[in-house]
């Protein structure tokens, strides 16, 4: 694991989540605390009724990239 990946309490690095529609980024390591997901809130744990803050995409709208 390089110095700049992130890992939860089950010692998996967290991941980072792209809107494949605009391009914006969910790091779960950082949550989104603004909307009520805390940090470190993994991407399978972010409600189903979620949307991009950005541009409304749902999760099915997003993929897992690798920053």
Do not use: H
Request: proline letters at 6%; one cysteine or more; charged letters at 20%.
């Amino acid at each position: 694991m390089s110095s700049n990946e992130s890992t939860g309490a089950a010692g998996a690095a967290f991941q980072t989540w792209m809107c494949l529609i605009c391009g914006w980024v969910y790091d779960e390591a950082a949550g989104l605390p603004e909307e009520g997901i805390a940090p470190g809130t993994r991407w399978a744990d972010v409600p189903m009724n979620w949307t991009c803050p950005e541009c409304g995409a749902r999760k099915d709208d997003f993929e897992m990239t690798v920053i």
